[in-house]
């Protein structure tokens, strides 16, 4: 009954440097999100994706790109990290979408630092 | 656009003591109405949601949150806490047809002894 599952759960990176963010969901969940938390500005959306091979932007969308090639699994990439990325990452599913009331499934997170 | 504001950042209660949570948000539609909670290094959970019906609801571990219309509120209560609720709550709101959630900023809840 694992979820949402998150890997790796922590990373350091040095500027410019790149890394993929890997999010797998096993409830059969159409959408998928990936969210960032800072202190004291709650999550913030960066992409999310309606079902297999489609993606959007969210709120902070800059500087990542992702990918949906699975319906299980969504995939978020920094291509050259910046210390403004320095966040905790979390990936969620849901079986449909939240304006249709449904909850979101959260991941245990990603800690990155960029230095 | 929806938007979400928690009212306050820190509340720390004594344990057994009732707690409130406060919560406004801003849409020009209709809405659907979330609480989270996260524990230390933990993901969110769901605690309760408001879809639609009575305007009261409540989640199994004894919070309760009632959704004002005029107000455009969504408050969050437990009559009496304990040491394990001590975590971060946040309010999210959805607009009717909307794919994206928005958190408010979080309220820290610290239960002392």
């Known amino acids: 009954n694992a979820g949402v599952t998150q890997t790796p759960k922590f990373r350091v990176l040095k500027t410019g440097q790149s890394m993929t963010l890997l999010c797998a969901q096993d409830?059969?969940?159409?959408?998928m999100y990936w969210y960032r938390q800072d202190p004291g500005m709650g999550l913030r959306l960066i992409h999310y994706?309606?079902?297999?091979?489609?993606?959007a932007k969210g709120e902070v969308p800059d500087g990542y790109n992702v990918s949906r090639l699975k319906k299980q699994n969504f995939l978020l990439g920094l291509e050259s990290a910046a210390p403004s990325q320095t966040s905790v990452y979390f990936c969620?599913?849901?079986?449909?979408?939240?304006?249709?009331?449904?909850?979101?499934?959260f991941g245990n997170g990603t800690r990155l630092t960029v230095t | 656009a929806q938007s979400v504001t928690q009212l306050d950042s820190q509340v720390p209660v004594f344990e057994e003591a009732p707690v409130e949570l406060r919560c406004n948000y801003s849409s020009s539609v209709s809405v659907y109405l979330f609480w989270y909670v996260q524990y230390p290094n933990q993901g969110l959970q769901l605690l309760l949601k408001y879809l639609s019906g009575s305007t009261l609801v409540e989640s199994i571990n004894g919070f309760e949150a009632e959704f004002n219309k005029s107000q455009t509120s969504f408050h969050l209560r437990k009559p009496s806490v304990h040491i394990s609720d001590t975590a971060e709550y946040f309010c999210a709101v959805s607009e009717f047809g909307s794919y994206k959630l928005s958190f408010g900023a979080g309220t820290t809840v610290t239960v002392r002894a």
């Open positions: 409830m059969n969940h159409e959408y």
């Open positions: 994706s309606v079902g297999e091979g489609t993606t």
């Open positions: 969620a599913s849901s079986s449909g979408a939240t304006g249709a009331g449904s909850p979101l499934h």
